[in-house]
């Protein structure tokens, strides 16, 4: 009977273990899945923060390149007023040569200012029309040149920093239009 008991003891002990081996187990499965949970959390967090700043650079790398923007475009007009002043006053007119040598280096001077800031003047004549930097403000016949060619510029246009300030305001070739055959021709 000791026997029968030390053997019933035996089992109920072992029960006890493989229960209690059931609960480590299961204890452990819990925490590896939360530990799981809080590193993928981690990484996460992680690349969160890299792609906040990486947006604060590209956003500081913006405002440095385009700060010019506004103020560039409002110096524009003073370039497009000294380029006619040249335009009209003739070169051959010797009361008006001092003057024209000044706008002529104010104008290098201005420019050489713009250059060193990335501003670039935009000046397409006789090259195909670009929606995407021009401006067409007339269409003209021409069998001199290709269709949708450049003729006349109005106004330059300029970028900064490879983005368009103001589109280049030009005139672009068409084809000539077949002729009507007069009255004489038909008959």
Not at 54 to 72: I, N, P, T
Not at 84 to 93: I, V
Not at 148 to 161: E, I, P, R, S
Not at 169 to 183: L, R
């Amino acid at each position: 009977m000791a026997d029968e008991q030390n053997l019933d003891a035996q089992a109920q002990d072992q029960a006890a273990e493989a229960g209690a081996g059931d609960e480590l187990t299961t204890r452990v499965q819990v925490l590896e899945e939360q530990l799981a949970a809080a590193q993928d959390q981690s990484l996460r967090v992680a690349a969160d923060l890299q792609n906040v700043r990486r947006r604060a650079e590209q956003d500081v790398e913006k405002a440095h390149k385009f700060a010019l923007e506004k103020f560039a475009g409002d110096l524009l007009p003073i370039i497009d007023s000294l380029e006619r002043g040249l335009d009209l006053s003739s070169p051959d007119d010797e009361s008006i040569r001092p003057m024209r040598e000044g706008i002529e280096l104010t104008l290098k001077m201005f420019q050489d200012t713009l250059k060193r800031y990335q501003l670039e003047a935009i000046d397409p004549h006789g090259q195909p029309f670009s929606a995407d930097q021009h401006q067409a403000m007339a269409m003209q016949e021409s069998a001199d040149v290709e269709p949708n060619t450049v003729l006349k510029v109005f106004q330059k246009g300029y970028q900064l920093n490879g983005r368009l300030l103001r589109p280049a305001m030009v005139v672009v070739s068409k084809a000539p239009s077949p002729a009507t055959p007069s009255i004489n021709e038909q008959a």
